[in-house]
């Protein structure tokens, strides 16, 4: 077990998750080093009293001094867009697996390494019913699911001498969070813009609930060696819809867009990617993520193992989400 002033590493301490999971561990008296690039943006965590370590999961020889003395790891860092297969592969998976042997050689003792990896290595659902388990044979549709599902791979290989633990959190929402940005100005705009003519099913979680999750999939012996989905109740888009327009006081008008635009989006996002060097927001990767209709997740086993449930229902966890936004001048 961890005493209360362990020390945790943290990479991916800069990002929307890592960023309140720091803040919450030095809430519960964990000394915090994290793990940043030079060029990280610091934004949310610089005035927090935590250790800094400057390097990149992509470079083995810096691991060890970044491993050395630490009780913990909380490994948040991945990446989300790439231009292709082989980068999501080298730094999801390849990186991950790198840090874990460094863990082994300079922190053999330690008490957890905890992945945050995503449904995304799991795949979707295949109807309304089919909500997924952990015990679910996974079936990745995506470049960045399928290096998340090699990295998870690579852990659970290592638990006879690492004390591995998987979560695997569903589309997180929450302060400070870009990826569901545009969504929410676009219904600011009174546009709610909806794929296809057919309801779409997702289990989400809010930010804060994660960090509930991560901190007792951390802390607890019996999650050692374990998986879990961190997700809360199923919606629909339109009643995550709804309820970001309610929490805007926005009447919106329904915009739909015919699932077959999406595969021509996609081939130019390609093109525009080849261009410029860069995948963009919308490309064919997430595109295959938009057209599924169930990403569905059942929270059994992180209930009945870690009494885990999440506080916030979809409606305060938008509104707190929007009230950051308009606070901090996103929205």
């Known amino acids: ?89 080298r730094i999801n998976a390849g990186a991950t697996e790198a840090l874990a042997r460094a863990c082994l050689q300079a922190a053999p003792d330690m008490a957890r390494f905890l992945f945050v990896s995503s449904v995304a290595a799991a795949g979707p659902a295949q109807s309304k019913d089919d909500t997924l388990s952990e015990s679910s044979p996974p079936r990745p549709i995506t470049w960045y699911g399928k290096s998340k599902l090699a990295a998870e791979k690579a852990l659970l290989a290592m638990t006879d001498r690492l004390p591995v633990t998987i979560v695997r959190p569903a589309p997180v929402f929450g302060p400070r969070d870009r990826d569901f940005l545009p969504y929410f100005r676009l219904l600011k705009r009174g546009l709610d813009l909806q794929v296809g003519g057919d309801d779409r099913w997702v289990s989400l979680i809010y930010v804060c609930d994660l960090i509930s999750l991560i901190l007792l999939s951390l802390e607890s012996e019996a999650a050692e060696g374990q998986i879990y989905y961190a997700c809360g109740p199923a919606h629909t888009r339109q009643e995550f819809s709804q309820a970001i327009a309610r929490a805007l006081g926005k009447r919106t008008v329904p915009v739909a867009l015919p699932s077959a635009l999406l595969t021509p989006i996609g081939l130019w996002s390609r093109i525009q990617a080849r261009l410029t060097g860069q995948p963009g927001l919308l490309n064919d990767q997430r595109i295959l993520d938009i057209k599924v209709r169930y990403w569905l997740f059942s929270g059994n086993k992180a209930r009945q193992d870690l009494g885990f449930a999440p506080e916030h229902d979809l409606d305060s966890a938008v509104r707190e989400t929007v009230h950051w936004y308009r606070e901090n001048r996103w929205l």
């Open 1 to 89: 077990m961890l005493a209360p002033d362990s020390l945790v590493l943290v990479t991916g301490a800069n990002g929307f998750i890592g960023s309140h999971l720091v803040e919450a561990l030095l809430a519960r008296g964990y000394r915090v080093r994290c793990l940043v690039r030079r060029s990280s943006d610091l934004s949310f965590i610089r005035h927090l009293a935590v250790e800094w370590t400057y390097a990149d999961l992509s470079d083995g020889d810096a691991l060890d001094h970044v491993c050395r003395g630490i009780h913990a790891v909380c490994h948040c860092a991945a990446l989300t867009r790439a231009l292709d297969e082989e980068t999501f592969m």
